[in-house]
């Protein structure tokens, strides 16, 4: 996939069938009407492993897709959007919560490329969770300027939609990194404490890596 005719960095993931069918599934029943024109590609019974016949059903698919996009309330929904990522997404999280950050860091990366494309047509916000395992992921591994990075790179969305849960973990993270590389951190110790005596109660005391382990549990 990529973002546009101009885009020259592609991106690849894989799916099967059965991941094409489950979506139509969901859209069907969520946009009938908006979507009856649009046929799923019959399952091939015969000719599976024929190199002419996954040429013609993967260009078949390729042609769903592009039907789906074409759709406003498609490209807009949160399914659309989930089928690129979500099972590198949970990949990512079971090698977190094993302690095998190397390799959960490289499919968040791949998860946050295919988010990037996906931005123009999305919220902002659905890039946080990924922006903030991947800072879990680069502290864990000792790289604290990626970990700071991805983090502040997360926090203006997390502010601008009210995302409560992020935001005291992430400023948490950027104020306990920040302050070992040495950067200027006052102002987001202050907007923390003043998070935390806004919402005492109700503000999120996980830390972040918590956060992000049990988004998918």
Not at 88 to 113: D, I
Request: net charge neutral; charged share 30%.
């Amino acid at each position: 996939m990529r973002s546009g005719s101009f885009d020259s960095h592609r991106v690849a993931i894989e799916r099967r069938y059965s991941d094409f069918a489950k979506l139509h599934q969901t859209l069907r029943q969520e946009f009938d009407e908006e979507l009856d024109e649009i046929a799923l590609p019959r399952k091939l019974l015969t000719g599976n492993f024929n190199p002419e016949c996954l040429q013609e059903r993967r260009l078949a698919l390729q042609d769903y897709v592009a039907k789906l996009y074409a759709k406003r309330c498609v490209r807009y929904s949160l399914h659309f959007a989930n089928f690129f990522t979500d099972q590198e997404m949970r990949k990512a999280h079971n090698l977190l919560r094993a302690g095998q950050f190397g390799q959960s860091l490289r499919l968040l990366q791949l998860v946050l490329e295919v988010q990037e494309k996906l931005a123009p047509w999305q919220s902002a916000t659905l890039s946080v969770h990924t922006l903030a395992a991947l800072a879990v992921c680069h502290r864990d591994l000792e790289e604290p300027e990626e970990a700071y990075a991805a983090a502040h790179r997360a926090l203006p969305a997390v502010r601008r939609y009210g995302l409560r849960e992020y935001r005291a973990p992430l400023l948490q993270m950027l104020v306990d990194v920040g302050y070992a590389l040495g950067r200027p951190v006052a102002q987001m110790q202050d907007e923390l404490i003043a998070v935390s005596d806004a919402e005492r109660g109700r503000v999120d005391t996980r830390s972040l890596k918590e956060l992000v382990v049990h988004k998918f549990v």
